[in-house]
């Protein structure tokens, strides 16, 4: 049993820690304030290496463990939680799916342009109808020759106005009866003809992160773009859900480290009855529930990311850390801005949009009660 991050990934925190506040941070709040997509700091983390690491080196990347790739997401979320989320994306649902189940062509074709930066990725599984349903989906793929025929309407797409490439589920009717093995998986190029973004969500938060509805009309794909096997769509997606659900809870830890941190300094500052907000017992006690808090959910968090680094099984400690990170970073922000009583609702604080950022942490890849339901499917399978 050890506590103490690795030498590698103590450096590998201070240089994304030091990173994130140089370049990142100066330009954050303007990508947010004025719902713009911020490619210029995609860029600069592609200069870095950062987004091909999930991505082995023979493709261009620099592979690293999940837990390196935990630290990186909580660090950007830390700094810009839009930011984090379309990180996470890329690297451990897009990248990381690509490479566990893509064929070699794939990944030469797809992998070595995500690891420079040069094509994003992302993920499509909901429909305006299934969302935590997730096998009952609408969306056809019919073979025609040596493509398929996608017809559909997929929803709620992180990334998907700006991907290269998109990896969608669809249904494949002949295939079975039962819907979980009717799924298939393909790798849809962003400008695929019959591909169209027919709406960018109006969203409460994550405002420097769009999130598209796509039109599937007669989008032909080539058989070669296949990912994995038909019918194993619905398989390769829970596995991917599973590890970039870790991923969620590092963003989910970033943003309350940074609530905390901005409540702390606020604190110090502000004086109320001739004296600091500090020295209120009150406020001193709801300082210390959420740094336990957030304490406990980053360990659960890197847990999750060590049990899947050592081969072990990882899909409750994944649930678990997500529940238990999204949930709390809801409770940290709500104090964050309670410790900044009326500034705390003013948009000129930070705390006001990691309030409004951290609601969407319980409800995607998966809300906290399909978490529930994994976890108790895991406890009754021990
Ligand atoms: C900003 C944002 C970005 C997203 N990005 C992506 C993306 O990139 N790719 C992608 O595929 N999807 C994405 N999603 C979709 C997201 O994963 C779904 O919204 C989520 O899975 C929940 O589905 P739903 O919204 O249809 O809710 P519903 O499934 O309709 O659920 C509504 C409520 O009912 C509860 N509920 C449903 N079923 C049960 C049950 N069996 N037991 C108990 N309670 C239940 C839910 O927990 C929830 O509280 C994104 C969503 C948002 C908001």
Known sequence: MNFDLSEEHKLLQETIREFC???????????????????????????????????????????????????????????????????????????????QFGTEEQKKQYLTRAASGELLGAFSLTEPNAGSDATNLSTTAERSGSNYILNGTKAWVTNGQNAGAIIVLAKQKELSTEKKKRLTAFIVDGDSPGLKVTKIEKKMGLHASPTAEILLENCTVPASQRLGEEGQGARIAFHCLDISRIGIAAQAVGLSQRALEEALRYARQREAFKKKLADFQAIQFMLADMATQIEAARWLT???????????????????????????????????VQVHGAYGYSREFLVEQLYRDSRVLTIYEGTSEVQRLIIARNLFQE
């Open 302 to 336: 890197y847990k999750a990311a060590v049990y899947y680094d050592r081969g072990q099984p990882f899909s409750k400690e994944s649930a678990q850390a997500k529940l238990l990170a999204t949930e709390i970073a809801n409770k940290v922000t709500y104090q964050a």
């Open 21 to 99: 506040q140089e370049e990142i941070a100066p330009q954050a709040r303007e990508f947010e304030e004025k719902h713009e997509f911020p490619t210029p700091l995609i860029n600069k983390l592609a200069n870095l290496g950062f987004m091909g690491m999930s991505v082995p080196e023979k493709y261009g990347g620099i592979k690293t463990d999940l837990l390196a790739n935990v630290i990186v997401i909580e660090e950007i979320s830390r700094i810009m939680p839009s930011l984090g989320v379309i990180f996470s994306v890329h690297t451990s649902l897009f990248c990381y799916a690509l490479n």
